[in-house]
């Protein structure tokens, strides 16, 4: 080895630098990942005793010189382990901003409050979005959501503990860049991911409720089915009357008793006039009153 020999050839020639063979063959390129500094080396010499260090960069064939890191660094962003074809990107979640580093130990741990991806060669300008955190080694900028109940509105944030308890009157759903006012018909507690419905009976047509203590009462001869109503439903139905609070237009306790009539959206019962009367209930009109 180390010599080429190409057809009709008796006297076989040494190869360049920068070139091996193997015995009997013509003179290749030195392979990436090693080097060829003098004219006779064989394919047993170039990778046994002429494998590019830690740290340099060999990905070029035909390298005729002992490289080194200064004459062939690893680029930033990369190591180079002893050999290696090509560079290797640091994985993401790290960074390198130095050249000729030639193991993966020297891809430093991204920060919390950054993201690294591939090969990258500094973490400035890679922070964490809205609404998010970025423990150390995060590899997005979306790495971690905030939580439901809570909300992050800079960039930056690394951990849970980062993002701000949502405030009462407001609901935070997971992400969220700012607390979103609660919506009429609904009430938000502090710390909650979505609105709750003002229970059956009640009502609001405010934003920003903060407890449903603060959803209305539904109003005397009205009724307020379901839950997140904005106003009451309707008129309670002739026959029946309907208190403050009340959830259907027919309540079992509101049914007109006797001696009384309830006309539609009554509040109570309305009693016969004096020397009148009757004995049935549920009825409606004041001519039912004998």
């Not at 004219?39 to 170039?46: I, Q």
């Not at 979505?194 to 407890?211: D, I, K, L, Q, R």
């Not at 449903?212 to 001869?221: K, S």
Request: aromatic fraction near 8%; charged fraction near 10%; charge should be negative.
């Amino acid at each position: 080895g180390g010599y080429g020999c190409t057809g009709g050839t008796v006297n076989p020639a040494p190869c360049t630098l920068g070139s091996f063979s193997v015995a009997g063959r013509a003179c290749e390129l030195c392979l990436p990942g090693h080097f060829c500094d003098n004219v006779t080396t064989s394919e047993t010499d170039m990778r046994t005793f002429k494998t590019c260090d830690p740290g340099v960069n060999c990905e070029t064939p035909g390298i005729a010189v002992v490289p080194t890191t200064d004459t062939h660094p690893c680029p930033t962003g990369f190591y180079c382990p002893r050999g290696i074809a090509a560079p290797v990107a640091c994985p993401q979640g790290t960074y390198n901003n130095l050249t000729g580093m030639g193991y993966l130990s020297n891809c430093t741990v991204c920060p919390g409050g950054y993201y690294c991806p591939y090969n990258t060669t500094t973490y400035v300008g890679h922070e964490c979005a809205l609404g998010h955190y970025c423990p150390p080694g995060s590899r997005s900028s979306t790495e971690v959501a905030c939580a439901a109940g809570s909300f992050r509105n800079t960039t930056l944030a690394a951990y849970q503990s980062d993002c701000h308890p949502c405030p009462a009157g407001s609901y935070c759903p997971s992400p969220a860049p700012a607390p979103i006012t609660c919506p009429r018909g609904f009430y938000c507690n502090a710390t909650v991911g979505e609105p709750t419905g003002c229970p059956a009976g009640s009502y609001t047509n405010a934003t920003g409720v903060w407890s449903v203590a603060a959803c209305a009462r539904c109003d005397g001869g009205k009724y307020c089915n379901g839950v997140g109503r904005t106003a009451p439903t309707g008129d309670c139905y002739p026959g029946y009357y309907c208190p403050v609070g009340t959830s259907t237009a027919t309540p079992a306790a509101g049914i007109c008793p006797k001696g009384h009539y309830c006309p539609a959206a009554s509040a109570a019962p309305t009693p016969c006039a004096a020397g009148t009367y009757n004995n049935v209930s549920q009825l409606s009109s004041v001519v039912e009153c004998l």
